[in-house]
């Protein structure tokens, strides 16, 4: 995880730039406390980076440069690559410097790239500033224009003079410092949409991302097919649908596929913890964790993460609850906010979950030690760091930024209590379970979706309302798909980032993606199962396939209500008094 920031010049002078650095550097030294450098060329250009070192024998100094180009990298590229000795950074500068003499061919070079990234390349031949996110969105980039000239940060702060947006993932932007330094051109990954233009200039190719392609299995099933002339107790229905060979097999599949993309997030890093990376001191502190609400998604995460951790080094299982809101008209309620009870109920939702689940874990894998850490914080401790954490979820503002945004911030600062005793995380890596909600149909929209267009009032739906169901559910899923790299993952990226910690989400691994992609609606849930076992179907049998019993049968309760950090008498989509006070 590293911090990178752009300034280009409309009046060739970089002092504005240079200005509006220091005002956000604090926020981006968080994000790569390792190292900080910076390059400017011909009093229009301000690039400066900070480094968190998380890949190569050394560390890598920000920006890179050779005679032609200079780059900005903040990210993973999970590709076959030869020498692992050097980071990811350095074999990209490479790559661009040995292949790359046009548009073209930079296209060339983009199309190979696998693994979250954001970055900032200048071409002093051409003289364009070329800058991208991956096409999820996974990294965060910003976007801010002032008469001054351009900035391109990976993070900011609210206080500023400009407007700022996430840059979108649509492909290679870049600005021409020959002509009107007005004009952002772009080169789309996709065949893009009317809303993806705006007011850019777009060229007329796009990129093809053969990760992308929708092509489905051979071997077809549908889960109502295979169910609907049984009649099955709940404890049955597992192991009935893994019966089926081709089920099983694209268990198997997904699983394996899965199982790499952990390992890929896990050994690219260095065998470090937060506490002994400056000295490279041997040791078996944690370095790994993952946000763990004891749920199917991430209790699969960490069974497979178990397979790469070595042995002797625990795993840490953050579980964050907060002190619930107290309002008026409750016993408990006191004008000064506090409650009439000194003690606190930390067993919310997911505390509870993450409790159980975590015991099922350590009887799975009974050699590990795993780090259950309780992370409690009361609605003081939430005020005391409103400011940090709002400018950190900038430019978005809504409720649920800031309900999501303070939970995952509390999070990956890991500060809690394991087996009753204070405890500080050392992770440098913290695994989450981001897109598989929308891949595999865990909202309660999806289940909303399939039954619109169930309307007879009999207890067994026709077939025609079974297939027009399904029909509605896969229009949901493609929606919420799309609209996956606008939503959330770039403000996750910030946040985590603020404390030194690379956020990695083993399930947004574009080979895994490829193949959940290629399945139709009815072949990734089963809505008339119930709550529990129909969402999410495909991934409960991939984890009931693991030995998950408990968690493969959890309900979905969404973060910032499994914590207690977010009111359900508030709308998540409002804009949030907390964020923009």
Known sequence: MCGIFCFISKTNSISFGESFFKQCQHLLNNRGPDHAGTVTFDSRVLMCGTVLWQQGSDITL?????DRFVLLFNGDLFIERGDLSISDTQWLLGKVTSEVANLNDLADVFKQLKGPFSLILLDKYS??????RDSLGRNSLLLGQSNEGFIITSVTGRNTPMAFVEIPPNGIYHIDLNSDVNGINLLSWKQPENSDISSLTVEQQFLDLSWMAKDRLHNYFNYHQVLSSQSLAEDETYDYLLNNTTISSLCDQLLKILAESVHERISNTPNHCKQCV?????????RVGVLFSGGIDCTIVALLADRFVPPDVPICLLNVAFEKIIRPGNPKFRKNGSEASAEIDWDVPDRLTGRSTWKELQQLRPSREWHFVEINVTRKELQNYKDRISDLVFPLKSVLDESLGAALWFASRGEGLVENSEYKSTCRVMLIGSGADE????YSRHRVAFYRAITSKSAQPSEDEIRAGFSHLMVELD?????????????????????????????????????????????RCYHPLGEGIGDKLTL??????????MSAKLRKRALQFGSRIADRKQNANDSSNFLSS
Do not use: M
């Open 479 to 523: 929606l919420d798909w799309n609209r996956l790299p606008s939503r959330n993952l770039a403000r996750d990226d910030r946040i985590i980032g603020d404390h030194g910690v690379t956020p990695r989400t083993p399930y947004l691994q574009e080979d895994f993606i490829s193949v959940v992609q290629s399945l139709k609606a009815e072949q």
């Open 278 to 286: 400056s000295s490279k001191a041997s040791c078996t502190h944690p």
């Open 127 to 132: 003289r364009k500033v070329y800058f991208a």
């Open 540 to 549: 409960r049998l991939c984890g009931y396939k693991l030995g998950l019993r």
């Open 439 to 442: 891949l595999f149909g865990g």
């Open 62 to 66: 920000q920006p890179v440069e050779s």
